[in-house]
């Protein structure tokens, strides 16, 4: 059975930086797609980024490009996000998830996911 | 972008009720939609993806239709542990776009 464990999350300035860590484990991590996703408080769920095998392609939502990096260590099934310049508005609950490909180049669903790791940007 | 419109934003009903949820795109999205169950203090949970394909685990009482526009999930007979939110995602076209969710509560 998959598993996957979300850790990095915490209290930074805004302007700040975190890295989040997903470690997973229970299933090929190479042969899938990993996503980041969040939920801020009082809101719905965002698709953040996306990493394809090999690590290709990669995808960013327009409210973190530029700022935040996706990563993946095959040797270690794990996925990253560094996050960089963070805002208040970065504040949210960051879910790591298995991503399925159904159709080339499209049809992204999530179909495993971890517990979140709270991210809370605050002065 | 794709906007995604859920329908009603919340819905209060029985067990053993019959509940379709309804989300709308904004575009032509074919059969590019999944579902997503939220329950507090737990990760979300795919139900179904690509329309109506059933994810391995999720009880047959699940099941989603539409293709184009307009899509459901309806679920047929609701259990207690079914009261949650539920989101559609279009994965037609970046950026992947979630709807607002609906909230199903307890009657």
């Known amino acids: 059975h998959e598993r996957l464990v979300e850790s990095g999350g915490g209290l930074v300035k805004p302007g700040g930086s975190l890295r989040l860590s997903c470690a997973t484990s229970g299933f090929p991590f190479g042969d899938y797609y990993m996503s980041w996703l969040r939920q801020a408080p009082g809101k719905g769920l965002e698709w953040l980024s996306h990493i394809g095998t090999f690590d290709t392609p990669i995808y960013y939502a327009d409210s973190v490009k530029g700022r935040f990096t996706i990563s993946r260590d095959d040797a270690s099934n794990s996925v990253y996000l560094q996050m960089n310049s963070l805002r208040a508005e970065d504040t949210a609950l960051y879910y790591c998830a298995r991503t399925v490909m159904w159709q080339y180049g499209s049809g992204w669903y999530a179909d495993s996911w971890g517990q979140g790791t709270q991210v809370t940007v605050s002065s | 972008d794709i906007q995604m419109t859920q329908s009603p934003s919340s819905l209060s009903a029985s067990v053993g009720d019959r509940v379709t949820l309804t989300c709308r795109a904004s575009?032509?999205?074919?059969?590019?939609i999944n579902w997503y169950q939220h329950r507090p203090g737990t990760a979300p949970k795919l139900l179904i993806y690509a329309a109506s394909n059933l994810q391995s685990g999720v009880p047959s009482r699940f099941s989603g239709s539409g293709s184009g526009t307009d899509f459901t999930l309806t679920i047929s007979s609701l259990q207690p542990e079914d009261f949650a939110t539920y989101y559609c995602q279009q994965s037609y076209d970046t950026p992947i776009t979630f709807g607002q969710g609906t909230r199903l509560e307890i009657k």
């Open positions: 575009d032509s999205i074919s059969n590019y």
